[in-house]
């Protein structure tokens, strides 16, 4: 090709993408070919950005990566340039720097291109050169590259528990995925809620303490658990930061509501004076004279400490093989005077006459005693329905009865609908190794440990404030309300004449009664409401 020698005095720079300025004139010769058209040449028409960090691993902000492509002219005319386009310019693609939009003959310009990656993953894109080239007005370059990041995604993404009956209980469990190509750290987790009744759990015990590293691929699982306590519907918000450049926070909505299966209501009017039933089974063979006077002399205390309380009481001794109570009183009340109440007592235990078998075996006297008191026996309104029992032991050997005390407990027991209103009391020596002359009051002293009640040494001096306490014991002050249904615990409500209590008294699971604590017992004539939530069938 012949070719001939041009001077060309002009260049333009770019000061912007499209924005340009003579800057200087400059003078250089090119050989160009015969033809007057331009012909573009551009170099690289492929590029590459392999494993860009999409976050800079010390918090700063990343670098962004740039690749140089540069544009010649190898025609023998101007070379002029049009747009410069990305065919998708929403992704992590740039370019900038023309270095100018007129190329002479045998002349070149460049420009740069960017990947600022947001997010782990390839991303792919073309450059569109446009140029008055005849031959080829628009040049391709494609553009591949890679960023390299931790990828955060929790699921699921939303859940509902639906509905479930209170005192019920569901889990679900939420997982935590590192779907990125690097190290993902979870940094903190919040569960915000305006409700007790969802509550979650970070299982530290397998995925140790925040904040948790996750290698690509890994999972942490947080477990979600909704326990419904009333009929509201709950909404919280699990909400999990980490490192994730793209989505530093992702969240997960959950819902649930709870509904009532059934609902009980109790109703309890506290006497003004709470009935109490005591008896006592005294063992009249002939080493317990002494001890046996100790009780009818002091026994006038006994009486005076019951009136005091404002006690309404049955007290009775017996002694008989049959059961039966000695004398023409079948018990003491709080109509009699201290002096008849000791003369009466010392009727019942008829120390001078003889005993029976029976006599060092308390519980089988108590036994046949109470076996006696249905309708026409000889005991017949002894005990009351309502009240409760004390029962008293008073022997200086061991309980001698051919059952263990566990039997004669729980036969004493079925007399009442709550076992609590069952006491045994004892009189007795000293437990493990008996006193003076007595021996240890084996079996009895188990059954007032079994049931709450009061040790007493028969070896004491001072047999009135033995009576006193035994007294104090066995008033009844009705502190326990059984309830008639099973609740759901944490629904429960107690009000005393109508006004709402919380504090004062517990749910006593094994007795499914409202015990209240001593200084919160209710006076008497107060009406004790409780309500309450009953369960329902659970799935699962």
Known sequence: MRRTSILVIAGLTATACNEYEIKETTEQQYDIGESADPDIVVDPVSISFDDVLAYDEAGAPPTVETR????????????????????????????????????????????????????????????????????????????????????????????DFGTLYIGCDADEVFTVTNVGTTDLVVSNVDFTTASLDLVHDLNEASNGALPWTIAPGDIRQITVSNIPFDELPDTSFLLVDSNDPFTPQVASVIDGTGEFFGEGADTFEQPISSPTDIIFAVDRSCSMYDDIENVQNNFDIFVDTMDALDADYHVAATVEDNGCINGSDLYIDNTFDPSDAKATITTMINLGGSYGSNTERGFMLLETCLANTGSGDCNDGLIRDEGKLNLVGVSDEPEQSINNYTYYISAFQTLKDNPDDVVMHAIGGDYPSGCGSASAYTGFYEATVATGGVFLSICAVDWGSHLEALAENSASDVSSIPLSDLPVPETIEVTKDGVTTTVGWTYNPSANAIDFDADYVPEGGTTVDVTYALYGECSG
Request: charged share 20%; no cysteine.
């Open 68 to 159: 140089t492509v540069t544009i010649r002219n190898e025609g023998g005319g101007d070379l002029n340039l049009g747009e410069i386009l990305l065919v998708d310019d929403t992704g992590p693609y740039s370019w900038s720097n023309l270095s100018s939009v007129l190329v002479q003959p045998g002349g070149e310009a460049t420009f740069t291109v960017e990947f600022d990656p947001i997010t782990a993953g390839e991303v792919t894109n073309q450059i569109l050169i446009n140029s008055n080239d005849p031959d080829e007005p628009v040049v391709e370059v494609d553009i591949f590259g890679n960023g390299v990041a931790p990828v955060i995604e929790l699921s699921p993404a939303e859940f």
